[in-house]
């Protein structure tokens, strides 16, 4: 069976960009793949957060996760710091990465131009700890996004390189991973581009929102003076909106908007407070388990420790074969 890595930045909640963009592949493909799912809190270290902000971020990640539907017994969900083989690696590793390249890479050089006070190492070699995160479990397949096609390739040069010093093949090459090849995009309720938490406090919603905090986001939604045409294109932040309800809505709630917007009838307030509505029924189970996971300190304990535990022995074997091929023997 092959094996699946991915990493979860530890910051902020899930919201339904995520849920139907990313999550619900997680879920999928935990019935498929060996698949290690981690918190990168090692990662998130760069922008020096409080050690309050950190714990709480953790959590709210690994809570979700299992809310949507991770199953800690199916896949292995752990909280990168709790394997401290990775840390390791990524020693090793920072000598097969050259600092010119790392320089390069346009994370690096986007994180610079918008925090020029902080340009700190782990910054420059984060790259090599996403190789370490990756190449510690031997992962063929990584899901993750088009901007972090490049954090890729330089995990596959540095496992190479590896390989050459020491006369190897001993790592494998990672790839990203499409699982769905219909990728769904979430639009955001701002009537631009996709659903994000960068955009904007209300353009995303959120799987923890509360059902008034859903009802008013999606009520503030941008819309435009109403079709003026029968039959006409939708522009963007309308078609935005139908998009949603595609997602959360039954197909006869879609067609009846929508022969309402063809025949000029819609209501955009009453097409706001359907979406609404059915936002929070498919939402509803997801938060439901939220509150009650969150509230159980003893089942999370116990996640973390059972993620830790396999992650940690699939690690450990890596690390001993790493040691034993770079020169490092017992006298
Ligand atoms: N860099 C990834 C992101 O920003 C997170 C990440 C860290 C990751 N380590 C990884 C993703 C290993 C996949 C595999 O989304």
Redesign the pocket.
């Known amino acids: 069976m092959e094996t699946v ?5 530890s910051t902020g909640n899930l919201h339904l960009g995520n849920y139907y963009g990313a999550v619900q592949n997680f879920v999928k493909m935990q019935h498929e793949y060996n698949c290690y799912f981690f918190i ?1 809190d090692l ?1 998130s270290l760069t922008t020096h957060p409080t050690p309050v902000n950190l714990h709480s971020s953790v959590k709210s990640v690994l809570v979700e996760y299992l809310a949507a539907g991770i199953d800690p017994d199916k896949a292995t969900i752990y909280v990168q710091s709790d394997v401290p083989e990775i840390a390791e690696l990524y020693l090793y590793m920072n000598m097969n990465a050259y600092v010119g390249e790392l320089e390069r890479s346009t994370s690096f050089k986007d994180k610079v131009r918008a925090n020029p006070d902080n340009v700190n190492a782990g910054l420059l070699t984060y790259p090599v ?2 190789a370490a ?2 190449l510690i479990h031997h992962a063929t397949k ?1 899901p ?1 996004g088009k901007d ?1 096609e490049q ?1 890729l390739e330089m995990a596959r040069t540095f496992g190479n390189r590896f390989n050459r010093l020491y006369h190897t093949e001993y790592f494998k090459e990672p790839f990203a991973f499409n699982f769905s090849h219909n990728l769904i995009k979430i639009p955001g309720l701002d009537g631009k581009g996709k659903m994000g938490k960068s955009e904007g406090e209300n353009n995303a919603v959120y799987l923890a929102d509360a059902p008034e905090v859903i009802r008013k986001k999606v009520m503030r939604a941008v819309t435009d003076s109403g079709p003026t045409v029968e039959n006409q294109q939708k522009p963007e932040e309308i078609q935005n909106l139908f998009d949603l309800l595609k997602v959360v809505s039954t197909q006869d709630t879609y067609d009846h908007f929508n022969n309402l917007y063809n025949t000029m009838q819609v209501r955009y307030g009453d097409l706001k407070k359907q979406l609404a509505e059915d936002m929070i029924i498919a939402t509803e189970p997801i938060r439901e388990r939220i509150n009650a996971i969150a509230a159980d300190t003893d089942y999370l304990h116990k996640v973390a420790q059972l993620g830790a535990d396999k992650a940690r022995e699939s690690a450990s074997k890596t690390l001993r074969e790493v040691r034993e091929i770079i020169g490092f023997r017992k006298f």
Do not use: F, P, T
Request: without cysteine.
């Open positions: 890595v991915s990493g979860i930045r990168a990662h700890l996403m995160d990756i990584v993750v972090q954090h």
